[in-house]
C-alpha cells in the first residue's frame, strides 16, 4: 500500500469515526440496546437452563453472544446510512474532483466500522466479565474471539456500504434493518438448534448464517475450543466478508461512473 | 361543531394516512407476528422447563404477552402521527381549527384504536391457525380484549403526552423505550413464580405483571387477578389523560 493511498484511507477513516462519536445517536443505542436485550431477555430465560441438554447452567453466559452479532448489525446499518447521506449531500461528487481513490473511500469507511466493530467486541466482554461470565476459551480465545469480530464487521460493514452506494439512499438502507432483525431472531439466539422443538423454526434457523456466526462466539464463552464452530463461524463470516466485498465494490464502481 | 365532530375528523385523517401508507401501517402489523413466531415458535421448548405449568401451552402463553404488546404499541405508533403533525405545523392549523381541542386527543385515541383492532385481529387469526389452546369460556375472550384495549389506550395517551410537549418526531425514542422496558420487564417467557434474580424483583414490581398474568388467565379459563389487572389499566388510562391534556395545553401555550 503506497503512502499515499494510506493517507487517504486514514483521512476518511478518521472523518468516519469523528462524525460518528459526534452523534452519540450513532454510537450509543449499539453498545447499550444489545446489552439490556441480552440482560433482559437471559433474566427471564434463566430457568430454560434446566432443560435437558441445555450446554450450560448461565443463560447470562449463553446469551452473550448475541450482542457481538446484534451489535456489529446496528452498527454497520448506521454506517451505510452515513455512507449514503455522503452520496446524497454530494460529498461522493466533490471527492471525485480529487485525487481520492474510490478503492480509498471503501477502505476508509471499511476501516472505520471495523475499528468500531472492536470497541463493541471489547464492551461486551467488558460486561460479561462485569456480570460474572466465565470465559472457557481462555486469553487466546479473546484474542481469537476479536478477530472474528474484525471478520464480522468487515462483512457486515462492507455490505452495508454496497446497499448505501448501490441506492444512494438512507431509507433504503434503513429498510434492510427489520430484514437483519429477522434473520437474528429467527436463529438460534435464544436456544440452542438441537432443542428448538418446532421443525420449520429449527430448519430455518440451521440454513440461517446469523444462527453459525452466534455459535462460533458461544463456543468460545461456554465451550471452550470447539473447531467445528469455530470453522462454520469464520467460514461464514468470511463468505459474508468476501460477497460484500465484492457487492460494494461494483456498486462503488457503478456509483463513481454514475456521478 | 361538537367534539365528537373533531374527534371524527382526526381519527379519519389519521386512520386514511396510516392505511394508506404502507411503510406506516406494515412494521405495527408485521412486528407483533414476528415476535409472536420468533417466541412462540423459537421458545416452544421451554414449557418443559421444570414447574412450567400453562395448560394451554407455550403459544398461547406467547399470545397473551404478544397481544398486550402489541396493543401498546398500537398506541405508541400513533404517537409517532401526532409528533409528526406537530413537526410539520399542521397540527397548529388543527388547533385553530378546533373549537374543542379536547376531540383531538378522542380521535387520536380512536384511530390507535382501529388501527390495533386490524393487528388484533391478524394476529389472532395467525394464533389460531397454528393451533392456539382457548380454554376460557367467551367471557374470558372479552375480558382478555377489554384489557389490551385498555392498554392501547393508555400507550396512546402516554405517546401522546410526549408527542404534545416535544412536538417533534425525535421525542420518539422517550415514547417507545419505556413502554418496551416495562414490557419487558414482565414475565415475558415464563411465568413469575419461574422467575430469579433482579428480574423476579423487578417483576414483581411492575404493574403490567398483573396484566400479563390475568391476560394469560383469561386464555386458560382462570384469570388470577382480575380486580387488579383492570384497576391498574384504568388506573393508567386515567393518569395518561391527565398527561396527555396537559400535554395538550403545553402545545396550545407553545402556539
Known amino acids: 500500500m503506497s503512502n499515499v493511498f494510506a493517507t487517504q484511507v486514514g483521512a476518511l477513516a478518521t472523518r468516519g469515526i469523528t462524525r460518528t462519536m459526534r452523534q452519540p445517536a450513532m454510537w450509543v443505542p449499539p453498545l447499550v440496546f444489545p446489552t439490556a436485550l441480552m440482560l433482559v431477555n437471559s433474566g427471564g430465560l434463566e430457568s430454560a437452563t434446566h432443560l435437558p441438554g441445555f450446554p450450560t447452567d448461565s443463560f447470562l453466559a449463553f446469551a452473550l453472544a448475541v450482542p457481538f452479532i446484534q451489535g456489529a448489525l446496528f452498527a454497520t446499518m448506521n454506517a451505510g446510512t452515513e455512507l449514503a447521506r455522503d452520496v446524497q449531500i454530494g460529498f461522493l461528487n466533490r471527492l471525485q474532483l480529487t485525487p481520492m481513490r474510490g478503492s480509498a473511500l471503501l477502505a476508509g469507511q471499511l476501516g472505520g466500522v471495523v475499528l468500531y466493530g472492536v470497541v463493541q467486541a471489547i464492551f461486551y466482554l467488558a460486561v460479561g466479565f462485569v456480570v460474572g461470565v466465565d470465559f472457557a476459551a481462555g486469553p487466546l480465545g479473546l484474542v481469537v474471539l476479536l478477530l472474528f469480530s474484525i471478520v464480522v464487521s468487515l462483512g457486515f460493514g462492507a455490505l452495508g456500504a454496497g446497499l448505501a452506494l448501490r441506492t444512494g439512499s438512507g431509507e433504503a438502507v434503513q429498510g434492510m434493518f427489520p430484514l437483519l432483525f429477522v434473520f437474528l431472531f429467527i436463529s438460534s439466539m435464544n436456544m440452542p438448534r438441537n432443542l428448538i422443538e418446532q421443525d420449520w423454526f429449527r430448519g430455518f434457523a440451521t440454513i440461517n448464517p446469523v444462527s453459525y456466526l452466534i455459535e462460533c462466539v458461544r463456543s468460545l464463552i461456554i465451550v471452550g475450543w470447539d473447531a467445528e464452530a469455530l470453522a462454520l463461524g469464520f467460514g461464514v463470516a468470511g463468505l459474508i466478508a468476501v460477497f460484500s466485498l465484492v457487492f460494494s465494490s461494483f456498486a462503488l464502481r457503478k456509483r463513481l461512473t454514475r456521478t | ?255
Open chain 2, 1 to 255: 361543531m361538537t367534539i365528537w365532530h373533531v374527534a371524527e375528523g382526526v381519527a379519519w385523517r389519521t386512520l386514511k394516512n396510516v392505511f394508506t401508507n404502507v411503510s406506516l401501517f406494515l412494521p405495527s402489523l408485521i412486528f407483533p407476528l414476528f415476535f409472536f413466531t420468533a417466541f412462540a415458535g423459537g421458545l416452544s421448548a421451554v414449557d418443559r422447563v421444570p414447574g412450567f405449568d400453562y395448560p394451554p401451552g407455550y403459544t398461547a402463553f406467547q399470545f397473551c404477552f404478544v397481544l398486550l404488546q402489541s396493543a401498546a404499541f398500537g398506541g405508541v405508533f400513533t404517537g409517532f402521527g401526532i409528533a409528526r403533525d406537530f413537526e410539520y405545523a399542521f397540527a397548529k392549523r388543527l388547533l385553530i381549527a378546533s373549537p374543542n381541542r379536547s376531540g383531538i386527543i378522542l380521535g387520536y385515541a380512536i384511530a390507535a384504536l382501529v388501527r390495533w383492532t386490524v393487528t388484533a385481529t391478524m394476529l389472532t387469526t395467525v394464533a389460531l391457525i397454528v393451533g392456539m389452546d382457548v380454554i376460557g369460556g367467551p367471557v374470558d375472550v372479552v375480558g382478555l380484549y377489554t384489557l389490551a384495549l385498555l392498554v392501547n389506550v393508555a400507550a396512546l395517551l402516554w405517546a401522546s403526552g410526549i408527542a404534545m410537549r416535544f412536538r417533534s418526531i425525535q421525542a420518539g425514542p422517550m415514547m417507545q423505550m419505556p413502554v418496551f422496558l416495562v414490557l419487558f420487564f414482565a414475565p415475558v417467557y415464563v411465568p413469575l413464580s419461574l422467575l430469579t434474580g433482579w428480574i423476579e424483583v423487578v417483576a414483581h414490581a411492575n404493574p403490567l405483571t398483573a396484566l400479563l398474568e390475568t391476560a394469560r388467565g383469561f386464555v386458560a379459563g382462570d384469570p388470577p387477578h382480575v380486580l387488579l389487572a383492570f384497576g391498574v389499566a384504568i388506573g393508567l388510562g386515567l393518569a395518561f389523560a391527565l398527561w396527555a391534556f396537559r400535554g395538550l395545553r403545553s402545545a396550545e401555550a407553545a402556539g
